[in-house]
């Protein structure tokens, strides 16, 4: 429950890092938005990602676990991990235009944060009696969302149960898509000389 979001969310910042030097021909274009390029890679993303979720869905119900009314918030936290990678995505792959090492970095820093994320383990359980640890990992806004996925598959509770939680993640989200939009939108302009 917890890795099929975290696929998702690594397909698509590697694939919204790259979009602008993958499409560069595009971007050399005048009259073309190069906007959309990351929302392109990242619902191609989507897409693989529906499979793994259906995937998971058929694999629970082998176990007796069959699909309820819970299973309706993984559009909510699908929606969550999209707007997250969309705003990463538009900073990042303005920046790897100028800094092509990035995509590097990003490579690196998803393979520590895949333990960073709780994805094979429950903070809860495994950090009982580290609760200052517990609330810094928290911080990570995929935790959020990988929680969602296991509370929506296992552990059957709603996302509005955690208002703390979705609070943070959302102005996080909203900062971060900000942000990256805005450096996207003023590095734009030095795209097609760079490329």
């Not at 693989?48 to 936290?77: E, M, N, R, S, W």
């Not at 429950?122 to 990992?137: M, N, P, V």
């Not at 929680?147 to 900062?175: C, N, P, Q």
């Amino acid at each position: 429950a917890g890795i099929v979001p975290w696929f998702f969310f690594q397909d698509a910042l590697i694939g919204g890092t790259n979009s602008l030097l993958e499409y560069n021909y595009l971007v050399k274009k005048v009259v073309f938005n190069i906007s959309v390029l990351p929302v392109v890679k990242i619902i191609s993303a989507l897409f693989v990602h529906c499979f793994f979720v259906l995937f998971t869905i058929i694999l629970y119900a082998a176990y007796g676990k069959f699909p309820d009314v819970y299973y309706f918030q993984l559009i909510y936290y699908s929606i969550c991990v999209f707007i997250l990678v969309l705003g990463l995505s538009y900073a990042t792959s303005a920046i790897v235009i100028f800094f092509r090492d990035l995509a590097q970095i990003i490579n690196i820093a998803l393979q520590v944060g895949i333990w960073l994320t709780p994805i094979m383990w429950i903070a809860e359980t495994s950090l009982q009696g580290h609760e200052t640890l517990q609330k810094i990992l928290k911080l990570n806004p995929l935790y959020y969302v990988v929680s969602g996925y296991r509370d929506t598959f296992l552990m059957k509770s709603w996302f509005f149960e955690h208002a703390g939680w979705t609070v943070y993640f959302w102005v996080f989200t909203i900062v971060v898509f900000f942000l990256g939009t805005r450096l996207f939108k003023k590095l734009q302009v030095h795209f097609a000389d760079v490329l």
